[in-house]
């Protein structure tokens, strides 16, 4: 099956340092890879997402994720962070090639900016 | 912007109360979900709908179930509310076009069960 792991539950770090948020996978077949985010009191937004190309994808709000194939990671990164990025990230996965809509969730890591 | 509303935000529960928690979203996506959240658990899918009257369970089906009538709502039921099933749920749709892997959320409710 389909999985996901999170291995940090909180990831802290300066105003203006380089951030990483770290993800790795474990899948059958090709990875469909994806991060979320979730502000205090807010549902989940989209991030970014990796299908196929580029090993190094861009997102939203200055955020991009490293695809590394050979140590299965998908990690998140940010070369220099806000106070206001302190939030909560979800890694997610695709669950299979014919369920196309259904992803499956990492536990989630917090991160704090401190200023 | 795709919006997706849920009922309500906060909703407290007796055990053994019948519960409705309700999704609406606006942006005529065929695909909706609902996940049920948890500190150290991530999201935890619970059923989800690619059609309207079309539902299949998720990987937590036991104890709930869904409805969906027309399109644009999804409204996931508490059968007989226990105190284990105290949680944010959260409510989500998405498009079955190119984008088809982005997800758009509603705020959540969080329910507690006494």
């Known amino acids: 099956a389909q999985s996901v792991a999170q291995p940090e539950d909180q990831v802290n770090v300066a105003e203006g340092n380089p951030l990483t948020v770290k993800c790795t996978y474990s899948?059958?077949?090709?990875?469909?890879l994806f991060w979320y985010v979730q502000y205090p009191n807010r549902g989940l937004q989209f991030l970014l997402k990796?299908?196929?190309?580029?090993?190094l994808v861009k997102g939203s709000y200055g955020f991009e994720a490293e695809f590394n194939k050979s140590q299965t990671s998908f990690h998140l990164k940010k070369p220099s962070a806000l106070v206001s990025d302190s939030a909560l990230y979800f890694c997610?996965?695709?669950?299979?090639?014919?369920?196309?809509?259904?992803?499956?969730f990492g536990s989630g890591t917090r991160l704090l900016v401190r200023p | 912007d795709v919006k997706v509303t849920q009922s309500s935000r906060y909703l407290v529960k007796r055990t053994g109360e019948k519960v409705f928690l309700e999704c609406v979203q606006d942006?005529?996506?065929?695909?909706m979900f609902w996940y049920r959240q948890d500190p150290g658990l991530g999201l935890r899918l619970i059923y989800f709908?690619?059609?309207?009257?079309?539902?299949e369970k998720g990987d937590i089906p036991e104890g709930y179930s869904v409805s969906r009538e027309k399109k644009e709502r999804f409204s996931l039921i508490l059968e007989s509310a226990s105190t284990n099933q105290t949680s944010m749920y959260l409510c989500?749709?998405?498009?079955?076009?190119?984008?088809?892997?982005?997800?758009?959320f509603g705020s959540g409710t969080q329910l507690s069960v006494l």
């Open positions: 997610a996965v695709r669950d299979t090639p014919d369920s196309s809509y259904k992803l499956i």
């Open positions: 942006m005529d996506h065929e695909n």
């Open positions: 899948v059958s077949g090709n990875p469909y």
């Open positions: 989500a749709s998405v498009t079955g076009g190119a984008d088809y892997e982005k997800l758009f």
């Open positions: 990796y299908i196929t190309g580029d090993n």
């Open positions: 709908s690619y059609d309207v009257k079309m539902k």
